[in-house]
């Protein structure tokens, strides 16, 4: 990989500022464009000599969202300049790029991982795998909007020479892109919920980063990606009952760091932790479904439904029946 990285013979190489244009401008070409509510949507084509797929574009005032989905026939790198003062988020849902800046490590950018970042003076490159699929959803936020949102502290952002700005990304930011991509914003509601959608992402972004300032070892990294991976195992198998050890086995992780790790990441223990998401769940099915108990308890990993609703009243201080009862209830009194 250190050979690729620093490879620009096996390549094309494409001077974007120079060409005073965008890497989709060069690659691509414009196919359908339409606007409503101060929303552009504009779609993009490959140009077969660089590959196959599309490239998609929403811009409204102070932001822009780029959704590409192609594979190159090669890699390409592109060298850029920017100076406007905006937030970057990207996530890369499949892929990989490499960030190069003079004078400073190179970033690698792979599957299920993303930043946030400043970018107010960028001069670098940026590399894109080719012989591969390249799925990328990057946001560009203006400073002067997220003022005029009340958000003017953006000090904790990073900037593209900072180490670790890459962060691996999970279950809820990953829900939260798959709903952009998926939702129709053609009209003043649409736009207002995607404005919501995209501060909760960066709200969420803003978070995590939190979280990976606590973890400041480059090997401790890895560790923090692993109990994140470990979170979405469980919220995955909830129907199971996993021990510590099985799941530090699954995850690679040794068996105290894991536990130490994750109460202080999460704030509780795992065990805490996989309890309360069982118990989430049994309450969402209680409420949106007719099943009978034992099912719910064997759909959070309880063979027996007598100590599944003991464990349910443990956390809601009624039993399922109870809790299911006194949601009929408000439901009969709300309607009435």
């Given amino acids: 990989m250190d050979k690729k990285r620093r490879d620009f ?3 094309e190489v494409i001077n974007l500022a120079k060409l005073k244009c965008d890497f989709k401008e060069v690659i691509a070409i414009s196919k359908q464009k339409n606007e409503a509510f101060g929303i552009l949507n504009t779609e993009y084509q490959l140009k077969n000599n660089y590959g196959e797929g599309c490239i998609s574009l929403i811009e409204f005032q102070g932001v822009s969202i780029h959704y590409c989905n192609f594979k190159l026939t090669r890699d390409l ?10 937030i970057q988020m990207s996530f890369l849902i499949e ?3 490499i960030i190069s800046l003079r004078g400073y490590e190179d970033v690698l950018n792979e599957s299920q991982e993303g930043y946030l970042v400043k970018s107010e003076d960028f001069k670098g490159y940026v590399r894109v795998t080719g012989q591969r699929i390249f799925k990328e959803i990057r946001i560009s936020i203006a400073i002067d909007y997220l003022k005029n949102k009340g958000l003017k502290d953006l000090n904790s952002v990073k900037n ?16 939260l892109i798959i709903f952009i991509l998926e939702t129709n914003f053609q ?4 736009r207002l919920l995607l404005e919501s959608k995209i501060l909760e992402l960066l709200s969420l ?6 979280t990976q300032r606590q973890v400041n070892a480059a090997g401790n990294n890895k560790i923090l990606k692993k109990i994140y991976e470990a979170k979405e195992f469980m919220e995955a198998n909830l129907n199971e009952n996993y021990s510590i050890k099985e799941m530090s086995k699954t995850m690679a992780l040794n068996e105290y760091i894991f536990k130490k790790e994750f109460k202080r990441i999460f704030g509780c223990t795992i065990n805490e932790f996989y309890m309360q998401q069982k118990m989430n769940k049994a309450s969402e099915l209680l409420r949106a479904s007719q099943k009978p ?6 759909a959070v990993g309880y063979k027996n439904a007598t100590h599944f609703s003991a464990a349910f009243k443990r956390v809601y201080k009624l039993s399922p029946k109870q809790f299911r009862n006194r949601l009929f209830e408000s439901e009969a009194i709300g309607n009435s």
């Fill in 205 to 210: 972004q803003l978070e995590q980063s939190k």
């Fill in 293 to 298: 108990i034992y099912e719910i308890a064997e």
């Fill in 9 to 11: 013979i096996n390549c």
């Fill in 160 to 175: 593209y020479n900072d180490s670790g700005i890459i962060q691996p990304f999970y279950k809820n930011i990953h829900s």
């Fill in 187 to 190: 009209n003043i509601s649409g």
């Fill in 77 to 86: 790198v592109f060298y850029a300049e920017s100076n406007e003062p905006s």
């Fill in 95 to 97: 892929g990989e790029k």
